[in-house]
Nanobody, 125 residues
Framework: QVELLESGGGLVQAGGSLRLSCANF????????VVWFRQAPGKEREFVSAMKWSEPNIYYADFVEGRFTFSRDSAGITGYLEMNNLSPVDTGTYYCGVVRYLDLSLYHDRSYDYWGQGTQVTVAS
């Protein structure tokens, strides 16, 4: 059983920055795919970013527009979502998810087996 640990949300003014963290992906991390989704009040959960730990490519939603950066530490134990130039439309609960061997689309939340508890991001105008 994998229990993801998320942290880093909070309240920030428009234009500000936050860094979210997600850790505890299991004993063997080389093949995992880690994703960030978010859910605004009254809206469906939407894809933000994903990374396959074994590959250099990082995938972002169009709305990120270069403002967010997904990274990980060298051991693959913790993933980080650095969010800059935040706006009120970025407000929502951010979730990280993980799957050991991805065999579906990384853009779909059903592709992931484990999820964090979510961390709230609130951007004030």
């Amino acid at each position: 059983q994998v229990e993801l640990l998320e942290s880093g949300g909070g309240l920030v003014q428009a234009g500000g920055s936050l860094r979210l963290s997600c850790a505890n992906f299991g004993r063997t991390v080389y093949h995992v795919t880690v994703v960030w989704f978010r859910q605004a009040p009254g809206k469906e959960r939407e894809f933000v970013s994903a990374m396959k730990w074994s590959e250099p490519n990082i995938y972002y939603a169009d709305f990120v527009e270069g403002r967010f950066t997904f990274s990980r530490d060298s051991a693959g134990i913790t993933g980080y979502l650095e969010m800059n130039n935040l706006s009120p439309v970025d407000t929502g609960t951010y979730y990280c998810g993980v799957v050991r061997y991805l065999d579906l689309s990384l853009y779909h939340d059903r592709s992931y087996d484990y999820w964090g508890q979510g961390t709230q991001v609130t951007v004030a105008s």
